[in-house]
């Protein structure tokens, strides 16, 4: 079946940490540009983050830069985000995705 699966979301205190986990099945995951999305509460749906199919070359919305990190493990199947720092503006449903695919998200809330 092919899919994409979030996981690693939750409730964290701003200035905390979480790592968002995408697993991937039913295609060849090494030959895409793999993207996170994250839609804030009563918000449109915005990109935050892709890593091309070698990992070697990502980019950034501006506001995660130097908190966010993307990465990944053909190995594995496997996309990450890593986000530090995190921020009440943060709290969203974030998205795996890659051309023609979605997971089903992941709730990340951000509050003290």
């Known amino acids: 079946q092919v899919q994409l699966v979030e996981s690693g979301g939750g409730l964290v205190q701003p200035g905390g940490s979480l790592r968002l986990s995408c697993a991937a099945s039913g295609f060849t995951f090494s030959i895409y540009t793999m993207y996170w999305y994250r839609q804030p509460p009563g918000k449109e749906r915005e990109w935050v983050a892709f890593?091309?199919?070698?990992?070697?070359?990502?980019n950034y919305l501006d506001s995660v830069k130097g908190r966010f990190t993307i990465s990944r493990d053909n190995a594995k199947n496997t996309v990450y985000l890593q986000m530090n720092s995190l921020k009440p503006e943060d709290t969203a449903v974030y998205y795996c995705?890659?051309?023609?695919?979605w997971g089903q998200g992941t709730q990340v809330t951000v509050s003290s």
């Open positions: 890593i091309n199919s070698p990992g070697s070359s990502t």
């Open positions: 995705h890659r051309a023609g695919l």
